[in-house]
């Protein structure tokens, strides 16, 4: 996925940013720091995966963007801390 986003992308994302505090605490439960991350650390991924979920959706889709969204920031977050847990044991 490539390229700048459009309008109706920019208004998904920006209109759905609670979607990756709703991820966060439903699902990677946080007390203040995670594999030497802070929150707002966390939380610049998961807006990585909420941009991600607006380029990739489509309004064909049986889901709702919201639901989309959370599946896809969740994915991205764990993704992304798998692999940076991996990184931090290499060293």
Known sequence: MSGKMNEE????VEENLT???R???SCIHT???ICGL???DIYQIGAIGLCKAAMSYRQMDKATF???AFRVVRNTLIDYLRSFRVRQEAY
């Not at 992308?9 to 998904?12: G, M």
Request: proline share 0%; no cysteine; net charge positive.
């Open 9 to 12: 992308q920019q208004r998904l």
């Open 19 to 21: 979607v990756i505090d």
């Open 23 to 25: 991820v966060i605490r």
């Open 31 to 33: 007390n203040n720091r």
């Open 38 to 40: 802070e929150y707002d």
């Open 66 to 68: 919201r639901t989309y």
